[in-house]
């Protein structure tokens, strides 16, 4: 089977001698333009369909040049491409770092039983809370009973409406790779449903939710930048807003302690105590770290934590999302890590993960989509002394 690719892929792909390379911020994106061969230049931005590969391509033209001052760029971006390259950070390296270990291992096609129930736990607390704010709208003040039985993907919620119970069945998905779904019965009223979806993107998440009996449609954008947690809610009734909320989360303080992680699985390692920290709406967290190179007058951004806090115990989601390298001078950032992963962390006693491989939209360098892509991998970090360091 042959895959389509377009005349821009084809010139990227292609692209040789490079001769220039001008950094710059398009409305509120990073964007690059690159200069090469003949007088042929192609210029992205972030938003474009092809920024990605385009960064890739640059780094690894930029790395294997013997005599770098040959190549024209502009400002302080020169000690950005340098700081990127000594990390090693473009995309090749990253699937042969990464992905060479996972390819001798047994892949899966769907998640573990027990890890479809550590997710489905996982997302009940967002999903209640959603339902408490629609509720509310609609001058109806509810409550959860705190324990939920379900059976893989699906459970039932008790919802309390003064002296009522009434059972809210939910029937969930975790298939795509970066996306959960839910779909959730009796909303409102007998028979009405709602769905929610919820997807982690690069530096964002993303939960949209509806109800096409209730005219019903919503979106809540998580949105991280600049080492800011920015949280906007709109909500609409047969396409009037009936409710907006754009606010910053605060961080928080973990204190010396970090009580609040203390039931994190432990062979998450995870560095909470230097990370700034933000809690999400629901009860679950936000995890930003920074990493500074005083030498190089740049510093790196990892937005690749995110923690849930499932009914009785707190699990460790990990992200793997792009890469942040800032120049401190002139606030130039390049992207250099893909979303390619997802780890699930759980099982204190047993040291339970469970990784998953997300999408690409373009060739990798390797067999990637072959052995890799959509597929589950299980391991028990008690019996496995690699470090999840190591990936990044």
């Known amino acids: 089977m042959y895959r389509y690719m377009d005349q821009e892929e ?4 292609q692209m040789d001698n490079l001769k220039m390379l001008h950094l710059y911020q398009l409305g509120g994106s990073d964007a690059v333009a690159a200069y090469y061969g003949d007088n042929q230049q192609i210029n992205l931005c972030a938003m474009d369909k092809h920024y990605n590969l385009l960064m890739e391509r640059v780094l690894t033209l930029y790395s294997q040049c013997e005599d770098k001052n040959s190549i024209i760029v502009d400002g302080d971006a020169k000690a950005l491409l340098e700081v990127a390259v000594a990390r090693g950070d473009n995309y090749t390296t990253f699937f042969n770092r990464v992905g060479k270990r996972y390819k001798d291992m047994e892949a899966l096609d769907a998640p573990r039983f027990a890890a479809e129930g550590v997710m489905r736990e996982s997302m009940i607390p967002m999903l209640q809370y959603y339902l408490k704010q629609i509720y509310h709208l609609y001058s109806i003040d509810i409550d959860f009973e705190r324990n939920t039985r379900g059976w893989h993907r699906s459970c039932v919620l008790k ?5 009522d119970t009434l059972l809210l069945p939910v029937k969930m998905d975790f298939l795509e790779a970066n996306t ?11 028979m009405y449903t709602i769905e929610f979806q919820v997807t982690y993107a690069d530096n ?42 754009d606010e910053e989360l605060p961080h928080i303080d973990i204190g010396a ?7 994190l699985p432990k062979h998450a390692d995870i ?8 809690q999400l709406p629901w009860g679950g967290y936000i995890v930003i770290r920074l990493v500074e190179d005083a030498n190089a007058n740049a510093k790196r951004t990892d937005i690749d934590t995110i923690f849930i806090e499932g009914n009785d115990t707190k699990v460790a989601i ?18 250099t890590d893909g979303a390619f992963m997802r780890k699930l962390y759980y099982g204190d006693k047993h040291g339970e993960i469970e990784t998953l491989f997300m999408p690409v939209g373009y060739y990798s360098g390797w067999d990637y989509k072959e052995y ?12 496995n002394t690699d470090n999840m360091e190591d990936t990044k």
Do not use: P
Not at 219 to 244: A, F, L, Q
Not at 372 to 383: A, D, I, R, V
């Open 10 to 13: 084809i010139d990227i792909r």
């Open 159 to 163: 919802l309390k409406k003064g002296t």
């Open 180 to 190: 959960c779904t839910a779909q959730i019965g009796n909303f409102l009223q007998d």
């Open 204 to 245: 964002r998440q993303l939960i949209v939710f509806e109800s096409k009996d209730m005219g019903l449609v919503g979106e809540h954008r998580i949105d991280i930048n600049d080492n800011k947690v920015k949280s906007v809610t709109t909500i609409s009734v047969n396409g009037k807003t009936i409710y907006y909320m």
């Open 257 to 263: 302690e970090g009580a609040e992680f203390k039931n």
């Open 271 to 278: 560095d909470v105590a230097n990370s700034t920290v933000y």
């Open 318 to 335: 990990r992200h793997y999302s792009y890469g942040l390298v800032e120049n401190l001078k002139d606030g130039l950032k390049l992207r």
């Open 372 to 383: 890799l892509e959509n597929k589950y991998f299980y391991e028990n970090s008690t019996n």
